[in-house]
């Protein structure tokens, strides 16, 4: 299959599923080795597959997780300009339970790999100035994933610079 993304010149449409994956007042976030910022773990959302069956392939390429009833939290439509690419993002994500097998400790906790690159996980605090320092992508997460709603939120975020 391939992912639901579509250029057209320097503009590009993605759909995304993340992992919001929190323990004792941390969040887990990954880093590809050439990027300078973190994320949420989790990837695209293929052709012919729902954000579901998506977050639940994520967990297990990302982590070798298989994951219990993940509770899908917000869906944003996120405007923003990386790697030279003005963004239009479909994004659905999802609370999902800390996997046994991934440690909660300091620094890198588990690595793996996706698509080539070198995938680094790790806990970090979910107070805001905590989560500022280590550059999190989108930026409207920083300000979502310490208190989650109960239910669904659907948002349209714009990028200041966008």
Known sequence: MSNLTFDEGNERVNVRCAGIIRHENHLLVVREDDDDFVCLPGGRVQRGESSLDAIH?????????????????YMLENFFWRYGKRFH????????????????????????????????????????????????????MRTRVAELPQGFVHECVVDPDY
């Open 89 to 140: 993002e479909f994004a659905f994500y999802y609370e999902v339970a800390k996997p046994l097998h991934v440690p909660f400790q300091p620094g890198v906790c588990i690595t793996g790999e996706d698509d080539g690159k070198v995938l680094s996980f790790e806990w970090v605090h979910t107070a805001p100035d905590a989560l500022a320092e280590i550059n999190l992508h989108p930026f409207s």
């Open 57 to 73: 392939r994520e967990m297990d390429e990302e982590l070798n997780a298989q994951i219990e009833t993940p509770q899908l939290r």
